[in-house]
């Protein structure tokens, strides 16, 4: 028996409709799933985007077969999205023609390089080469 994978990361946002239109549009993700309160956009078929309007998950959610519990989160948090090294200089041209700034960069010891910006609600949001850690 064993986890095989994180199949989904929650970010808490103030402006559902913003936000989605930031992740839509810089990554293309689509989205599987929309009510007013959560906006799930699927991650390149491997893992689900959850974005959660803050404070709009506080009660428990029945749902057909079952119960999700209450949650929230206060930011700013951080995740990271795997990209290809090629795609570095692409990555970094799309921010900058976006407005967006690198806020950091990170050349790593096994030889990964990552960049940080930051979303619209202010969390850190990493683009990571393979070799940041031993399982990538």
Do not use: C
């Not at 428990?60 to 990271?80: L, Q, T, Y």
């Amino acid at each position: 028996m064993t986890v095989t994978r994180i199949l989904e990361t929650a970010l808490y946002v103030d402006d559902l409709p913003r936000s989605v239109r930031f992740y839509r549009d810089l990554f293309g993700f689509p989205v599987l799933f929309e009510d007013g309160k959560l906006t799930a956009l699927d991650v390149s078929g491997q893992s689900v985007l959850l974005l959660f309007l803050r404070g709009g998950s506080l009660q428990p959610s029945d749902v057909p077969g079952g119960r999700i519990p209450a949650h929230n989160g206060e930011g700013p948090f951080h995740m990271a999205f795997a990209i290809a090294a090629a795609d570095l200089p692409e990555w970094e041209a799309k921010l900058a023609a976006r407005g967006l700034l690198i806020e950091s960069t990170v050349d790593w010891p096994r030889g990964g390089r990552s960049l940080y910006f930051r979303d619209p609600d202010n969390n850190a949001i990493e683009l990571a080469t393979p070799g940041i850690w031993a399982t990538y």
